[in-house]
């Protein structure tokens, strides 16, 4: 029989927070296979569990050469626990490429639940929580930030972000530049920690409470476009209109009908200007 290939969510700031399974799987796994082994030694201390099992490190520099080492030990049978240094294991972290391997290879994969701060970050913003996607840490470099932010431009869903404390200025700026100065957002900073700190309001305001300097770990959520709101509704827009979604991919069919419902005007307008253009 093939091992089990446990994925376990460890606290984002205080340990009390840690769900109860983590110190028995901590206590009784074959391997433990943590980002950080210094970390590990600390949460183990501070929920007094006694790793019996090897301890290996698996971060983002050995995760390609790690990753055949611990398939092995599961096709062997043998129980590994994956942590990170805070959330759940492959969000934005460590583990896509383990995973991937144990299910490629029928091994069985199971999570043990617990803090995100995906998740927690947007419970508390404010902002609607109905539908979101997250795209964790947007890049470095300027044009390559500006890019993604512009093909973000126009999404609907709640985002959730992360990013550097020192870069968190200059993130919310490229924001309020592709997304609109008065689009709302949140900025959570140390959540669940003792100094943790949520700033509300649209991205201007937050570029001005940024440049202050910020610390901690940092998680942004901001909200969704207005369908229909970045259409502009005289001829000239429509016809623009139509013309980038159909350069996304759509038929022209399907990007008047779009444009048609956004905007709130009758379709056969639509029709009738990009067709008589």
């Known amino acids: 029989m093939t091992g089990v290939l446990v994925l376990a969510a460890t606290p984002i700031g205080r340990v009390a927070d840690a769900p109860p399974r983590l110190a028995e799987e901590l206590a009784t796994a074959d391997v433990v296979a943590a980002e950080d082994t210094r970390r590990l030694k600390r949460l183990t201390t501070d929920l007094g569990v006694t790793v019996s099992g090897r301890v290996v490190s698996y971060f983002e520099g050995n995760e390609s050469a790690r990753t055949p080492v611990l398939l092995e030990a599961l096709l062997a049978g043998e129980r590994v626990l994956l942590v990170t240094d805070a959330g759940m294991p492959s969000v934005s972290d460590p583990g896509y490429r383990l995973v991937a391997a144990a299910v490629e290879h029928d091994v069985l994969v199971t999570a043990v639940p617990g803090p995100s701060a995906v998740l927690t970050a947007l419970a508390v913003s404010g902002l609607p929580v109905d539908r979101f996607c997250f795209e964790g840490f947007l890049p470095r470099k300027a044009g390559e930030r500006s890019r993604r932010l512009q093909a973000l431009a ?73 369908p229909g709101a970045d259409i502009a509704t005289d001829p000239d827009g429509l016809r ?38």
């Open 154 to 226: 126009r999404e609907e869903r709640t985002m959730v972000f992360f990013e550097a404390p020192h870069r968190t200025e200059t993130a919310l700026e490229a924001m309020a530049s592709a997304f609109g100065d008065d689009r709302p957002a949140a900025v959570c900073r140390e959540l669940t920690k003792t100094h943790e700190e949520v700033q509300r309001g649209p991205l201007a305001e937050l570029v001005s409470w940024a440049a202050e300097g910020v610390r901690g770990e940092v998680t942004i959520v901001v909200a969704g476009a207005v």
């Open 240 to 277: 623009s209109a139509v013309a980038e979604r159909e350069e996304d991919g759509m038929t022209r069919k399907e990007a008047i009908a779009e444009v048609a419902r956004l905007a709130g005007v009758p379709k056969r307008e639509v029709y009738d200007l990009v067709h008589k253009s």
